[in-house]
């Protein structure tokens, strides 16, 4: 079974100048957290994810860890004022410009161990041909539905 198999090769995609904004009110509609970054020719440049932009609004002492109780921070008005800030940027500011990604005659196997050395925050794997060319997603569900067959 190649990644081809089980891909999905409908997805939803966003362009290098939607706003972080617009990005998460599109996550929250399609109760989704991830989407690649796509040029108008379908290249991919990149992917976003929920994580990416909590970690750039979360204050540093939240995101490095130094502060464990986060009931005991002392500025979430700070949080929203930086999420504020971001929400008028484009994505390409947040995004991962360099994702790992599959491509279509790549066994299940490779597209499970990308995945499994991911950051655990990322939960799309790209699957691109040619010229960085988007022709479908992977996610874990999409291994794990292939592994219990």
Known sequence: MKAQDIMIRQTHTIPPQCTIGEALRQMADLRLQDFP????KKRLLGTLNFWQILEWAMPPYISQGDLPDVRFAPNLVRFHERLGE?????????MNPHPPCARPDDSVLA?????MKTPKTVYLLPVVEGDHQLVGIISAWDVIKEIAG
Not at 37 to 40: F, G, K, L, P, Q
Not at 86 to 94: H, R, Y
């Open 37 to 40: 970054v796509v040029d108008e």
């Open 86 to 94: 971001l929400k008028p940027n484009p994505v390409t500011q947040v």
């Open 111 to 115: 597209c499970a161990a990308l995945i």
